[in-house]
């Protein structure tokens, strides 16, 4: 029997059958949490603002990572603020995340997949993170790794085709300024977007 099937038992005369329907199967969808749902982009800009007093905001990166688009002399500072304490725990919700979200759980089966090994400061602040603006996923349903090559479902959105490409379902590639020039997979410009796709 598998997972969605429910069982129905059936009196007709004397006879009770057992038997089974199949409910129609939501999908397994994945959601990476950095710049898919927490703008991690946005708060390197507001870290080099601050740390180099300038005042950059979003227009002005047209394509490429945060650090690729300062002096090169301000790359390393860029490059640190993943490993800096608190990073991952002061990000703002992408816009329209979590209304859309909320109604996605409530119609699929929805899990945040995250990267949160490679800077050991995240798996807490995301996870608390988490607890702070999208308390309806609980920690069943959040899977923090390393690779997402091992994920298995319908639908992976994510903002980095390198995640994308190894899935073996639907993907939805989210937009950022890095992935501009990338071609290979269905874009999403927003949260409304999705929710015209998926709900
Ligand atoms: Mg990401």
New binding site residues.
Partial sequence: MLLNDQVLFLTIGNFKLLTYFTKKRNMVIFV?????IAD?YGKHIEMYNEEFSKNLSLSDFKSGEVWQNVPEMHQDSIRRHARTDGFFRCLEPIKDSIAVLEQLCQKHEVYIA??ATQFPNSLREKSDWLDQYFPFISWHYRIMCGYKFILKGDLLI???TLNLDEFDGNTLL?N?PHNVHENSHERVGSWLEIAEKLL
């Avoid at 990476?32 to 898919?36: A, R």
């Fill in positions: 990476d949490m950095d710049d898919v991690t995250t990267a994510d903002d980095r989210f950022s």
